[in-house]
């Protein structure tokens, strides 16, 4: 069964930092890229970041320089650390596995809701 399950999301005031993870089932996470991705309320579902297996990464203009995702193959986790938040990060952030074009491949998770004050 595939299943996404992301925490460690919650409230912090801007400039703090949290660090959020996504289990996934082992048949999505194994060989594939993963990305994490994040929707606040009355907006599109926007791109953050991907790791590809071997562990090369990338990131979206918006956190780059803020934001690192890494993952524990191991634990079938992928991780993002996020630094220096700014009120505008407030969303629901998702993971998935993700094509070479950065298409989600897996069914979305619940996602973790979180929130940034000024």
């Known amino acids: 069964q595939v299943q996404l399950v992301e925490s460690g999301g919650g409230l912090v005031q801007a400039g703090g930092s949290l660090r959020l993870s996504c289990a996934a089932s082992?048949?999505?996470?194994?060989?594939?890229?993963m990305g994490w991705f994040r929707q606040a309320p009355g907006k599109q579902r926007e791109w953050l970041a991907t790791?590809?297996?071997?562990?090369?990464?990338n990131y979206a203009d918006s956190v780059k320089g803020r934001f690192t995702i890494s993952r524990d193959n191991a634990k079938s986790t992928v991780y993002l650390q996020m630094n220096s938040l700014k009120p505008e990060d407030t969303a629901v952030y998702y993971c998935?596995?993700?094509?070479?074009?950065?298409?989600?491949?897996?069914?979305w998770g619940q996602g973790t809701q979180v929130t940034v004050s000024s």
């Open positions: 998935n596995a993700v094509t070479i074009f950065r298409v989600p491949i897996g069914p």
């Open positions: 082992k048949i999505i996470f194994s060989t594939n890229t």
């Open positions: 790791i590809t297996s071997g562990g090369t990464t």
